[in-house]
């Protein structure tokens, strides 16, 4: 069966300071992934997704980036930290094939910036 | 665009009451359709889903047709427990595989004994 970590689960970083979340997947090939983000009180807002290594597509200009290095790996990253980027991080896959298809979630990472 | 409307809660129930979350969407296209629950520190979990119209996806004893004269996809459950308690999205998807989700704001359901 397929499994989808992140890490760290929790975070707390001054502001201005770097940021790398990671996210990777098992039990499945050549999947999409996507980073949302889940601000407090609010919905969740994609932020990037990919359909392939090295290929990243951005739904929202902000200072964040992803990267793909691996198939099953998924990595959101800042340089400078803002306030504004507290919230809860969720990473997710799909079946790549397939279109019109469910996502399934991994635990997400709580990131709390002072 | 794509957007999702549901309503936000909190909406409280004692247990055994029957439980309605209305969301309504507006997407291009012919999208699919799903329910996600998320727990108290948790990701989201996928409760159900439909692909197409007059589909009427099921699981854990919560139910939602997908009405699309009425671009409408509630949730349902006829007797709700306190384990139910967590927050309820709606969310779709229209696009070519590769799209993300699109969400609604959630609607936190608190049930009391």
């Known amino acids: 069966s397929q499994t989808i970590h992140q890490w760290p689960a929790t975070l707390v970083q001054p502001v201005g300071s770097p940021l790398s979340l990671e996210c990777t997947v098992e039990g499945t090939s050549n999947p999409n992934l996507y980073w949302y983000r889940q601000a407090a009180g609010r919905g969740l807002q994609l932020l990037f997704y990919s359909v392939g290594i090295g290929q990243i597509s951005s739904e929202v200009p902000q200072n964040l980036s992803a990267s793909r290095p691996q198939d099953r790996q998924f990595i959101l990253s800042s340089k400078k930290l803002l306030l504004s980027d507290s919230g809860f991080y969720l990473c997710a896959w799909s079946v790549r094939a397939a279109p019109l298809v469910e996502q399934y979630f991994g635990p997400g990472t709580r990131l709390t910036v002072t | 665009g794509d957007s999702v409307t549901q309503m936000e809660g909190p909406v409280t129930l004692s247990e055994e009451a029957f439980l309605t979350i209305n969301c309504t969407y507006t997407?291009?296209?012919?999208?699919?359709l799903f329910w996600y629950v998320q727990y108290p520190g948790e990701g989201l979990q996928l409760l159900l889903k439909a692909t197409k119209a007059d589909d009427k996806g099921s699981n854990k004893g919560f139910e939602a047709t997908y009405r699309k004269e009425t671009t409408s996809f509630h949730l349902e459950k006829g007797s709700v427990q306190v384990s139910d308690s967590a927050v309820y999205f709606c969310?779709?998807?229209?696009?070519?595989?590769?799209?993300?989700?699109?969400f609604g704001k959630g609607t936190h359901l608190i049930i009391q004994p």
């Open positions: 969310a779709l998807t229209s696009g070519g595989g590769a799209d993300g989700l699109t």
């Open positions: 997407a291009t296209g012919y999208p699919s």
